[in-house]
């Protein structure tokens, strides 16, 4: 199956890793991964702040980049939200039927709805011998409706000892430009999500935005309690060999 790559800004200027994680494992996998180097942001964080017609902007360019892939898969929970949620209404708030079209034309999947829902595997031929917290975004959570998708595809990791995260549904309190306009409320959201993460006395915690994880990995840094953070991709591309 060929497969579009979109990798996100954030992962892309902060956690590359991220990314090639992806397409390490669906070309383990028998995809033929495309990346395509026009791509930009999606367009969120306009979206979210306001600036309709930035968003437009952005939106269409998405549209025209991966409107000719058959399916496109990102590592950003999000971002896939946006796209698929939010661009319809991004159309109808600027007037833009073109834009409406042309993204309702998308097939867009986040990683482990691709794997689960599509491919059909949960077993992925990774090994990752750590003790694992998994933290439920947002978005993946409450937009995406990701379910068990992400905990079905750890428990199939070999040597993984899967750790139950204490209120793992609870916000960690980035949410974007939340965290830089209640930064007194968002300090004290994270706090209690690494409290929560440290009584499960895992060694990683996983999730499937890696903004979130920056969000609380700084947060788990300043601690020193040797906790890393690390998105889900790159714990299902390890292998044996490549340890």
Partial sequence: MRVALFVACFNDVLFPRTGEAVASLLTRLGCEVSFTP?????????????????????????TEVFGPQDVVVTPAASCATTIRDAYPRIAE??????????????????L??????????????AYFPHRVAYHPT????RALRLGDRPLRLLRAV?????????AAEECCGFGGAFAMKNSDVSV???????RHIRQSSADVVCA???????????ALSRLRGGVRAMHLAEILAATEASR
């Fill in 38 to 62: 026009e791509q930009t942001c999606c367009g969120q964080m306009h979206w979210s702040t306001g600036y309709q017609r930035e968003a437009a902007g952005l939106a269409r360019g998405f």
């Fill in 93 to 110: 708030a600027t007037a833009d039927p073109g834009l409406a079209g042309a993204a309702a034309r998308l097939t867009v999947y986040e």
């Fill in 112 to 125: 482990t709805e691709f794997l689960v829902d599509v491919l059909g595997v949960t077993d992925v031929g």
């Fill in 138 to 141: 947002c978005h993946s959570l």
């Fill in 158 to 166: 070999r040597g993984l000892e899967l750790a139950e995260l204490p």
């Fill in 188 to 194: 004290a959201m994270v706090a209690d999500k690494v």
């Fill in 208 to 218: 499937v935005d890696n903004s979130c994880l920056a969000h609380i990995g700084g």
